[in-house]
């Protein structure tokens, strides 16, 4: 049962444009969510983080929108580059430990040149 | 300083056989996770160990697949009478505390193949 759900399996953006990464999760207890990012043949890399104490959180290009009534989080990136072409994992997890952070299936991202 | 470290990369077996994969994590990380990726899937959790105790094993998907780890150090992943679809990519990563404010660091995976 996917708890994590990443509903677009790809994205194509120009440079210099919006990319929106959506995601959406099932449990209400889930408090802390995180995005990761991976490129072939590499583990994900931590990009951005949001507790649910927050609805926003910004670091640089990117952006992480958290409606806790709708279940959805979203990653904004602005303006988008040729580098940040990789696939993007949303994952969620409780407090009580992180053997509870679970994954969805990911969202390749395409910016074109 | 150095980041996660998994070997082999690659690694193809055939069925029946058992496979043993390793993972170094970052000094002074206290916890510890297996996932997988099947292809076209998310990351599965397998295992998670808070030092050399592995509180949580629920994500193990059957008796063939054991974990160990030495202290607060390396860990070996163990699938005894490998099966095809255990072929996916094996991947490991570590963090300082084992909770969901702790960001994992993923090394680079092992990509099991089983012919």
């Known amino acids: 049962d996917q708890q994590v759900k990443q509903n677009s399996p790809s994205l194509s953006v120009q440079e210099g444009r919006i990319s929106i990464l959506n995601c959406d999760y099932t449990?209400?207890?889930?408090?802390?969510f995180l995005w990761y990012k991976k490129y072939p043949a590499e583990g994900p890399t931590f990009l951005i983080s949001?507790?649910?104490?927050?609805d926003k959180n910004e670091d640089g290009r990117f952006t992480v929108f958290l409606n806790k009534s709708a279940k959805h989080l979203s990653l904004h990136i602005v303006p988008s580059q040729p580098g940040d072409s990789a696939v993007y994992f949303c994952?969620?997890?409780?407090?009580?430990?992180?053997?509870?952070?679970?994954f969805g299936t990911g969202t390749r991202l395409t910016v074109i040149p | 300083g150095a980041g996660v470290s998994q070997s082999p990369s690659n690694k193809v077996t055939e069925k029946g056989k058992d496979v043993e994969l390793r993972c170094d994590p970052i000094?002074?990380?206290?916890?510890l996770y297996w996932y997988r990726q099947r292809l076209g899937q998310g990351l599965e959790f397998l295992i998670y160990?808070?030092?050399?105790?592995?509180?949580?094993k629920s994500g193990l998907p059957s008796d063939r697949f054991s974990a160990e780890r030495t202290g607060e150090s390396v860990s070996t992943l163990t699938i005894q009478r490998t099966q095809q679809e255990d072929s996916a990519v094996y991947l490991c990563?570590?963090?300082?505390?084992?909770?969901?404010?702790?960001?994992?660091?993923f090394g680079n995976g092992t990509r099991l193949t089983v012919t």
């Open positions: 990563a570590s963090s300082q505390r084992g909770t969901g404010l702790s960001p994992l660091h």
């Open positions: 449990n209400s207890m889930f408090d802390y």
């Open positions: 000094s002074g990380h206290t916890a």
């Open positions: 160990f808070q030092g050399n105790s592995a509180p949580d």
């Open positions: 949001i507790s649910s104490i927050k």
């Open positions: 994952a969620a997890s409780g407090q009580t430990g992180a053997n509870n952070l679970f």
